[in-house]
């Protein structure tokens, strides 16, 4: 299991550089946020009620320069984490392309990239109310849990989870709970901005319990793979091939 390995992180964020980009403009009366690059932390937006957002990498959010006046309403393309403030008069409501994410006072986290045929709401605290196309009914979320919708599919799981795995990503930890190979890469392409190719079916459905450090580079995550799992890879530049030995 990668998890058997996950002490080599630390070691790794040591010698391990790394450069990101983070910058606001303001553009048609809409304040947009966007992060993008390998900073090892989250970006923290402050709005103006107070609410924290942390913003994942390759992330785009919005929200109008008007934000509270009447409503709380941002935009988010993108991962990010949300520690809203408590104001029972102005629901505070993530909107993405496919979902309303609806919540008085609460702590969740959405990961809402534009490619993924996933779209992850995960509750830390309080509550939240979801909308989503092509579902009849909204969904209640509840503390630890979480709502998966697949776009392709147009269909939905709720499941129990522990949440705090699910927002490690802020201070550089991924986790992956009993994920596929394949699940693994995609979260890790956003990450690193590395496109993956594996030429065997059979290793995108091994699955693995682990955590990642943003700090590590990819040659040594397939590294950690390789231990667990006898892999062949090949790194060029932002492409990674895997295969089976």
Same mark, same amino acid.
């Given at each position: 299991r990668i998890s058997t390995y996950a002490a080599v992180a630390i070691f790794a964020a040591a010698i391990t550089?790394?450069?990101?980009?983070?910058?606001?403009?303001?553009?048609?009366g809409?304040?947009?946020?966007?992060?993008?690059? @390998?900073?090892l932390e989250a970006d923290v937006v402050v709005l103006p009620d107070g609410t924290r957002v942390s913003l994942g990498t390759r992330t785009s959010f919005s929200y109008d320069s008007r934000y509270g006046q009447s409503e709380r309403v941002v935009q988010l393309e993108g991962e990010a984490y949300f520690e809203v403030a408590k104001d029972k008069d102005k629901?505070?409501?993530v909107n993405t392309k496919e979902q309303s994410i609806k919540a008085l006072g609460t702590k969740f986290n959405v990961s809402a990239y534009p490619t993924d045929s996933l779209l992850i709401t995960t509750l830390l605290e309080?509550?939240?109310?979801?909308?989503?196309?092509?579902?009849?009914?909204?969904?209640?979320?509840r503390p630890n849990e979480q709502f998966v919708?697949?776009?392709?599919?147009?269909?939905?799981?709720?499941?129990?989870?522990?949440?705090?795995r699910f927002v490690s990503w802020t201070t550089?930890?991924?986790?992956?709970?009993?994920?596929?190979?394949?699940a693994i890469l995609y979260r890790l392409s956003h990450v690193y901005g590395v496109q993956?190719?594996?030429?065997s079916e059979a290793l995108n459905r091994r699955t693995f319990t682990g955590t990642f450090y943003r700090g590590q580079s990819?040659? @040594?995550?397939?590294?950690?793979i390789h231990l667990s799992i006898p892999i062949r890879y090949k790194i060029d530049d932002h492409h990674v091939i895997i295969s089976e030995i």
């Open positions: 550089s790394t450069v990101f980009l983070f910058f606001s403009r303001e553009y048609d809409w304040i947009t946020s966007y992060v993008g690059g @390998d900073g629901p505070f409501i309080g509550s939240v109310l979801l909308t989503t196309q092509s579902l009849l009914h909204p969904t209640v979320l919708y697949n776009k392709k599919t147009q269909s939905a799981l709720l499941q129990q989870v522990d949440a705090n550089g930890y991924y986790y992956f709970p009993e994920q596929s190979l394949d993956f190719t594996v030429k990819i040659k @040594d995550i397939m590294e950690i």
